[in-house]
């Protein structure tokens, strides 16, 4: 096997990367320079859909499944006219060592950007049935809403978002939207600070989503003047509900998705006066512009679904 012309080879490959880790490096930059000038313009109010969340970090990672992609093809197309029109005297001559390490080195480059390539369509396929799920969940509020209640969206509480909140004569429900995991699941149960899914034992940390439960009753309750409860309900589609707890936050399938209307706890009924002043609020954080930083958008989703390593 004549390995003559393999310098030439890996010279050509390792100046095809280099143009794509040099896109990919402008391009990177472009996108902080534009996060820093947006901080410096005026605020403009966001849309606060169903499953916003995960429409912001579809966005996001949009961004960045291009960016990548964008740099493959760079380097593909560069490799291709370098083997059909480079010189291939531009080599120097190296020791065999180095021909190795630049190899590896190569090697590593190049399987990090498909790995990222990869996990990148894999968390965005993910969010994507999210999204419909989280669709099918809003969907399945305006029963809610049909019955004098009115639902917000998205709304920001300190450095997180709650997905729905629903506030009503009978009280505030902040319904969140837990996905099972990507295995089958059969049955799911609430223990502190945590959802337990079966079969294997798989279990969602929800102490992120009870703190922002306390936090907004906190809000809430320094607003009215009196103490606000809020009830915690949480929508687990695909899976059977084991026996619940009252300690624990309500859980409902997408099938019994509004059947929480039907809790009734005395220490969160709410005044009307009070029902004017929470509404207003909500609409004041409806209308404000929220830093969606992929951080943020992580931080709730991670709990929601399985994000892939390399995202």
């Not at 093809?73 to 059909?84: A, E, I, R, T």
């Amino acid at each position: 096997m004549d390995l003559s012309a393999l310098p030439v080879y890996i010279f050509f490959t390792a100046v095809a990367l280099s143009m794509a880790a040099t896109y990919l490096a402008v391009a990177s930059l472009v996108a902080v320079a534009r996060e820093f000038i947006r901080r410096f313009r005026p605020a403009r109010p966001m849309s606060r859909r169903p499953g916003e969340v995960v429409h912001q970090a579809l966005k996001i990672t949009g961004r960045q499944w291009y960016r990548y992609r964008t740099a493959a093809v760079l380097f593909l197309c560069s490799l291709l006219l370098l083997l059909l029109f480079g010189r291939q005297d531009w080599w120097a001559n190296l020791s065999i060592v180095w021909y190795v390490l630049i190899t590896i080195a190569l090697l590593a480059i190049a399987g990090f950007g498909t790995l990222k390539i990869i996990r990148l369509a894999q968390y965005r396929q993910k969010l994507s049935r999210l999204l419909d799920t989280h669709i099918a969940v809003a969907q399945r509020l305006v029963e809610v809403q049909l019955r004098g209640n009115r639902v917000y969206y998205a709304v920001p509480i300190g450095p997180t978002l709650i997905d729905n909140l629903v506030v009503g004569k009978n009280g505030v429900y902040s319904v969140q939207l837990f996905a099972p995991p990507d295995d089958h699941c059969t049955t799911v149960r609430a223990e502190t600070g945590r959802l337990i899914f079966q079969p294997g034992n798989i279990q969602r940390d929800i102490r992120t989503y009870v703190h922002q439960i306390n936090s907004l009753a906190q809000v809430l309750t320094e607003l009215v003047g009196s103490k606000i409860k809020v009830l915690p309900v949480i929508v687990v589609p695909e899976c059977t509900i084991d026996t619940p707890s009252i300690d624990h936050p309500l859980l409902v399938s997408m099938e019994s998705c509004t059947a929480f209307i039907g809790w009734k706890d005395p220490d969160a009924f709410l005044m009307d006066e009070d029902i004017v002043e929470i509404n207003r609020l909500l609409s004041t954080l409806e209308s404000e512009e929220p830093d969606y930083s992929f951080d943020v958008l992580t931080g709730v989703l991670d709990a929601q679904i399985d994000r892939p390593s390399f995202v």
